[in-house]
């Protein structure tokens, strides 16, 4: 069963929305091998629900942290890590996160992009039925352009964004706040403020993977971490605020919203980039 832990947060419906078009197909790399997410909390667990008559979807698996500990004599359980694959868009990217058959979409790309995200599913063996979750990094229409498309082709997934975010997406049914001390079928939200609002980033711990949104973009050049781009951030001084808050997680590879993954080494990309931001 899934899970999210919430602790004194106010839940509310989605309204507004935004739109955007595109292209897409699909990166790989297998995060069992390779890649995964990460978490940053260690409140007690309550379960939160959206304040409206619409249920919220039902939960799935329950949040790592929260495992029973292994009984005297008995082996530790195993932590899987995700598999990850990127939807490329040709200037900005959704991404798959995928565990026991189950499927985290991670931003829906601009308007039109569901028939690619559904695509990279098939090529995963999975269809709209695998998918319980749809998380929202932020607001910006080539995040959210494809939005209820998703969200009406996968009619059981729950979606989730940033408090501050959420009245800007629209969706067909009420989208839960997430924020630091959440999780989402053992993915860590991590709040990272600036380039909009409520931006948010996921991070699988068992992986090292970070999703980043457009907290980071990747360099032009390819391979490299850079900074949030300043002509597209709301608040500069909370962003890099962000960029150091990300810095003091372990991951080894970076997930962007803008630009190809850096799949080794990032973290100590990221430490670097948040020593010069801070100079």
């Known amino acids: ?13 989605s309204c507004a929305g935004r739109a955007g078009l595109g292209v897409v197909i699909v990166g790989t790399t297998a995060a069992c091998a390779t890649d995964g997410a990460q978490e940053v909390s260690d409140a007690a667990p309550s379960t939160p629900q959206p304040a409206t008559a619409a249920p919220a979807a039902d939960s799935s698996a329950a949040p790592l942290s929260s495992e029973a500990p292994a009984s005297a004599g008995a082996s530790e359980p195993a932590v899987v890590a995700f598999d990850w694959r990127r939807v490329d868009l040709g200037f900005v990217s959704a991404y798959l996160l995928v565990k026991e058959n189950q499927a985290v979409v991670v931003d829906t790309g601009v308007d039109g992009s569901a028939a690619d995200i559904e695509q990279a599913l098939t090529a995963l063996g999975l269809g709209w039925y695998a998918v319980d979750h749809v998380i929202f990094t932020h607001d910006h229409p080539d995040h959210i352009g494809s939005s209820t498309a998703v969200l009406e082709a996968a009619p059981d997934a729950q979606a989730y964004a940033g408090e501050a975010d959420i009245l800007s997406i629209t969706s067909p049914r009420p989208i839960m706040p997430v ?7 053992g993915l860590q939200i991590v709040e990272t403020p600036g380039h909009t609002p409520g931006h948010i980033s996921v991070l699988d711990r068992a992986g090292g993977v970070l999703v980043a949104g457009d907290a980071l973009v990747g360099a032009a050049d390819g391979g490299q971490v850079a900074g949030p781009d300043a002509a597209f951030t709301a608040d500069m001084a909370m962003a890099v605020s962000s960029v150091r808050k990300l810095a003091a997680l372990e991951f080894d590879t970076v997930l962007f919203g803008h630009g190809n993954p850096v799949e080794e080494g990032a973290g100590e990309q990221v430490d670097a980039l948040a020593e010069r931001l801070s100079g």
Not at 1 to 13: G, K, S, T, V
């Open 179 to 185: 924020g630091d001390g959440d999780e989402v079928f």
């Open 1 to 13: 069963m899934d899970a999210i832990r919430r602790y004194d947060r106010r839940l509310f419906l």
